[in-house]
């Protein structure tokens, strides 16, 4: 469970804040989420990625010098909104365009390109990447349709590294693609994590069994099976994925892979660290060299107990952009030239006020009518919050329940406000959509607002 919090509503929030304290030279907070806390350079494509919270380092822990640029922060396992993702954005563009990278999940899909049509309308180019490695949860002829799990760290790397070195936002996005495409990941799972202030997980798995294929959020995987021992889960794994191994040709892949074995909060260091070594033997004798393997809590679940196996089948390309140097919180490589000369953020975007126009009286009877509705609503979704989950976590991930609840009181205080400022029904209701998106984030927040 997570034993340490505050309001269960401001957790995503206060880390953002402790994340950026603890890294100053690394971040800043920016509404919502942070930025790297130097200027990015004139003319270089912004490398903005981002999620839902709860899965650090992902995403925030990888903004700095061959990374991310900015990395807007939703709600736990719910994505930004739509208002978050276009801030960072502004924040992290300096002239060269953006790339949004982002797991393939519902809500990351409507938020981001929510944001990026905005973005858009002011003449900033806008690229989106939707990272889609998780192997069970499509076919490899629908690879680009599959979810986003651990395979977010070695794309991103690639693309932050192709920008490092001076790629245009042309062909950094291609090279992201390039590496989505060439990555995939299969994970298993023990048992749910625990949202800040819930009585208990998010979803269970039956004892002494492990969920195969099971998603980072509960994500239904493909069965459940007694749990073996790490050598026999590490040929479960390996077997995965190497069977989604392209052709090796001269000029493209020959057998060399990066290697991730990721931890989702619960199974340590040790035992990931047993699971690699047969990870490593199964490899060798599959004619595959590991190339800088990552072992260790790379996208965790907050305490799910699980992990996953990713690799990137390489090629020169994607292996020099794979070695390259980076310096992020979270993960750093090498050492990184002129980044220290780079000058600090001095001024960041904000979004400026929106003054309310004149209303009639009787728009503002409706108005006061709407709010009252809303006020009721964001009762009954409070006190639904754990029933909405239960019934989401049976074929989704299970933040339904706090995603209406946060959403409608954003709303209903958002109607409040409005109503205080004179606002007519119209301008309430505008206002009060827009608060549910932020405060709610992921497929709701998108959907309702």
């Not at 072992?295 to 390309?317: N, Q, R």
Request: hydrophobic share 45%; net charge negative.
């Amino acid at each position: 469970m997570t034993y340490l919090f505050n309001d269960p509503a401001a957790f995503a929030a206060d880390a953002v804040q402790g994340l950026a304290l603890s890294h100053p030279d690394h971040v800043a907070v920016v509404h919502g989420g942070v930025v790297r806390a130097t200027e990015t350079p004139a003319g270089q494509p912004a490398l903005v990625i981002g999620g839902g919270s709860g899965h650090y380092p992902a995403f925030a822990g990888w903004v700095g010098p061959g990374m991310g640029h900015g990395a807007p922060c939703g709600n736990v396992f719910a994505s930004p909104s739509a208002s978050q993702v276009y801030s960072v954005a502004r924040n992290a563009e300096n002239g060269g365009g953006v790339i949004l990278g982002f797991g393939n999940y519902a809500g990351d899909v409507l938020h981001f390109g929510a944001a990026a049509e905005k973005l858009r309308a002011e003449n900033i180019d806008v690229r989106i990447i939707k990272v889609s490695d998780d192997i069970v949860s499509n076919t490899p002829e629908n690879h680009r349709d599959r979810r986003g799990i651990a395979g977010d760290l070695p794309v991103f790397k690639i693309a932050g590294a192709a920008i490092e070195a001076g790629a245009d936002l042309d062909e950094a996005e291609r090279l992201a693609w390039k590496a989505n495409d060439a990555t995939r990941s299969f994970g298993v799972a023990f048992d749910g994590p625990t949202l800040p202030g819930a009585a208990g997980a998010l979803f269970h798995v039956p004892e002494g069994q492990m969920g195969v294929g099971l998603g980072i959020h509960g994500e239904p995987g493909v069965r459940d099976e007694p749990i073996g021992t790490a050598d026999e889960v590490a040929a479960m794994l390996v077997e995965g994925v190497l069977a989604e191994q392209p052709e090796r040709a001269e000029g493209g892949y020959q057998g060399r892979a990066a290697v991730l074995v990721n931890g989702l909060g619960t199974v340590k260091y040790e035992e990931l660290f047993v699971v690699y070594a047969k990870v490593a033997a199964l490899l060798e004798d599959a004619g595959i060299t590991p190339v800088r393997p990552e072992v260790g809590e790379l996208v965790t679940s907050l305490d799910m107990a699980g992990l996953s196996l990713t690799l990137v089948f390489l090629d020169e390309e994607l292996e020099q952009h794979w070695l390259a140097p980076v310096d992020t919180p979270a993960f750093h490589r090498g050492a990184m030239t002129g980044a220290a000369e780079r000058p600090r953020r001095t001024a960041f975007w904000e979004a400026g006020a929106d003054e309310t126009p004149a209303a009639s009286s009787e728009s503002r009877e409706v108005a006061e009518q709407v709010a009252g509705v809303l006020d009721l609503f964001a009762g009954v979704c409070v006190r639904e919050e754990a029933e909405l989950g239960r019934i989401d976590a049976i074929a989704g991930d299970g933040d339904h329940g706090q995603g209406m609840a946060y959403g409608s009181k954003g709303a209903a205080a958002a109607a409040r406000q409005a109503l205080a400022d004179g606002a007519g029904a119209r301008t309430l209701l505008v206002r009060a959509g827009e608060a549910w998106s932020e405060s709610a984030g992921g497929t709701s927040g998108a959907l309702w607002g």
